[in-house]
């Protein structure tokens, strides 16, 4: 069975740091992994996908890796910035019908 | 540019009353979830559809009834609402292609407590 870990669970950091955010998986056999932001109260926004088949993706100051063979994404963050306060959720795919199984978020505050 | 919305965002019921949650998405996603999320929990699927006029159960269906008898709608029903379906409900939509399913767009969510 699929299980997804994110570890920490809390992070606070001062504004301008670069931060990792770390997602593990107990079954490689992927098909992607999809990283999501949910500011309180709110619903979840896609940050980035990644396909099995890719090593990372980028969309402005976030970078995903994904190491399949040792089970484990990162959601790097550079220049973190007081907006970027929200948690953070990483998710795969039961299957290629797209169920995601999501991990329990990192909840990350930015301190200005 | 609606995505996903979901209607109510909030309600209260009073157990044993039933209630349907709606879920509309305008971008011709075959695929659509339904999710609750609770403190501790995290995000848990209910059903979810792969096309219009199919539904199959996810990880929690029990209490709950689904139908998408719209490509756009995908309906979640409670028929006789108990305190433990007091929860947050996310609807999802996502696209499929090739044998794979796109990135996941969710609504704002519905809160319904149950008392």
């Known amino acids: 069975k699929q299980e997804v870990t994110q570890i920490p669970a809390a992070l606070s950091v001062p504004e301008g740091e670069n931060l990792v955010l770390n997602c593990s998986f107990t079954d490689s056999a992927i098909y992607n992994l999809q990283w999501f932001r949910q500011d309180p109260g709110k619903g979840l926004t896609s940050l980035l996908l990644?396909?099995?088949?890719?090593r990372e993706q980028t969309s402005g100051r976030l970078n995903a890796s994904l190491d399949k063979s040792s089970g484990r994404s990162t959601l790097y963050i550079a220049a973190s910035q007081p907006g970027d306060s929200a948690t953070y959720l990483c998710a795969v795919p039961y299957n290629q019908g797209g169920k995601l199984i999501f991990g329990q978020g990192t909840e990350l505050s930015v301190k200005p | 540019n609606a995505g996903v919305t979901q209607t109510p965002k909030f309600r209260v019921l009073k157990t044993g009353q039933s209630m349907t949650l709606l879920c509309a998405q305008d971008?011709?996603?075959?695929?659509m979830y339904w999710y609750r999320q609770d403190p501790g929990m995290g995000l848990r699927l209910i059903h979810y559809?792969?096309?219009?006029?199919?539904?199959a159960k996810g990880e929690v269906p029990d209490g709950y009834n689904v139908s998408r008898l719209k490509k756009q709608n995908f309906l979640l029903g409670l028929e006789s609402a108990a305190p433990s379906q007091t929860s947050v409900y996310f609807c999802?939509?996502?696209?499929?292609?090739?044998?794979?399913?796109?990135?996941?767009?969710f609504g704002d969510g519905t809160r319904l407590s149950i008392l």
């Open positions: 971008m011709n996603h075959e695929y």
């Open positions: 999802a939509s996502s696209y499929s292609g090739q044998g794979k399913s796109g990135p996941q767009h």
């Open positions: 990644i396909q099995s088949s890719q």
């Open positions: 559809s792969v096309g219009e006029g199919t539904t």
